[in-house]
C-alpha cells in the first residue's frame, strides 16, 4: 500500500473518532473554494450537528480532513473539557494502535475556538519511525453547546494547509 494510499485510509479512520453529534440544517462554517463538503450522517441521539469538509491535492488525495461538532447539552450540565479532550486524544491513539501506527501527542494547552475559550492537543501518528499523519483536537463550551473541531491530515498536506485551517478556525462564530 503507497504512502498516499494509507493516508487515505487512516484519514478515513480519522473521521470516525470525533465526538458522536448529529446533522442539522444550520451551517457552522462557510467552507473556502477548494473544500469538498461531504454528508455526514445523523447520530441517533440527534441533539446537535456536524460538519465535515475535505481538501484534496491535484491528484485527488487528501491534504487534510476537518470536522466541527455541535453538541447541545442537557441544561445546567457543567463539561470538564480536559477530560474530553482527554478521552478524544485516548481514543485517537487506541485507534491507531490497533493498526500498528504509534502516537505522540503535545501537553493539553488553552486555546480558542469560534471566539470561544478552549482546549487543544495536537497528535503526530507515525508508523516504522516514519511521519505519516498529524491531527489536531479542539474543544470549547458556551453555555447550551460544547464544540468540537478536529482536522487531520498526511504530514505535508497538514503542514501546506496549516495557515487555511487557522483562517478557517479564525472565522468561526458559535450562536446561541
Not at 484519514?11 to 470525533?18: K, N, Q, S
Not at 469538509?53 to 466541527?68: F, I, R, S, T, Y
Not at 516514519?130 to 505535508?156: C, F, K
Amino acid at each position: 500500500m503507497t504512502v498516499s494510499h494509507r493516508c487515505t485510509a487512516l484519514i478515513g479512520l480519522i473521521c470516525a473518532l470525533t465526538v458522536p453529534a448529529a446533522l442539522a440544517d444550520a451551517t457552522l462554517i462557510t467552507w473556502p473554494v477548494g473544500w469538498e463538503v461531504q454528508d455526514v450522517p445523523p447520530a441517533p441521539d440527534d441533539n446537535g450537528q456536524r460538519q465535515r469538509a475535505v481538501k484534496n491535492d491535484a491528484n485527488g488525495d487528501p491534504l487534510m480532513v476537518m470536522e466541527l461538532t455541535q453538541t447541545t447539552l442537557a441544561p445546567e450540565h457543567q463539561v470538564n473539557m480536559e477530560a474530553v479532550l482527554l478521552q478524544m486524544r485516548k481514543t485517537l491513539q487506541q485507534n491507531f494502535a490497533k493498526g500498528g501506527y504509534q502516537s505522540a501527542c503535545n501537553k493539553i494547552h488553552p486555546s480558542t475556538l469560534g471566539g470561544l475559550k478552549a482546549l487543544e492537543t495536537t497528535c503526530k501518528i507515525t508508523q516504522n519511525g516514519n511521519h505519516v499523519i498529524t491531527q489536531t483536537l479542539v474543544a470549547a463550551t458556551r453555555e447550551a453547546h460544547a464544540y468540537a473541531l478536529s482536522y487531520a491530515g498526511p504530514a505535508d498536506g497538514y503542514k501546506a494547509t496549516e495557515p487555511q485551517v487557522q483562517g478557517i478556525r479564525g472565522s468561526l462564530r458559535f450562536s446561541q
